[in-house]
């Protein structure tokens, strides 16, 4: 069993950048971010295999980078030109196999491990 421990969360202006860190307790492959704001879904925002492949939500690319340290098992989400869509829990995925297709990347039900979440919130 893995567990992941996310922080870095908090509160920030529009306009303004804040980093994540996921710290996982094992080895992991594929590593990403999603976020579920009040009365929505939880959607994909951010993913990274292994090898350092990566996959953006389209309403993120430009702005968010995922970056992760294999040796410290731990996987970055830098934000910057937050705005305050952005609020929502963020939460840290990790999957234990190796996804065939990138399709995977974007899908919750393919990661098999969960962080507890990380409150985002932007002020307009």
């Known amino acids: 069993q893995v567990q992941l421990v996310e922080s870095g969360g908090g509160l920030v202006q529009a306009g303004g950048s804040l980093t994540l860190s996921c710290l996982a307790s094992?080895?992991?492959?594929?590593m990403g971010w999603f976020r579920q704001s009040p009365g929505k879904e939880r959607e994909f925002v951010a993913a990274?295999?292994?090898?350092?492949?990566?996959y953006y939500a389209d309403s993120v690319k430009g702005r968010y980078t995922i970056s992760r340290d294999n040796a410290k098992n731990t996987v970055y989400l830098q934000m910057s030109s937050l705005k305050p869509e952005d609020t929502a829990v963020y939460y840290c995925?990790?999957?234990?196999?190796?996804?065939?297709?990138?399709?995977?990347?974007?899908?919750?039900?393919?990661?098999?491990?969960w962080g507890q979440g990380t409150q985002v919130t932007v002020s307009s």
């Open positions: 995925a990790a999957a234990r196999t190796t996804f065939y297709s990138g399709t995977y990347y974007y899908m919750s039900t393919a990661y098999d491990y």
């Open positions: 094992g080895r992991t492959v594929a």
């Open positions: 990274m295999s292994r090898s350092g492949s990566t």
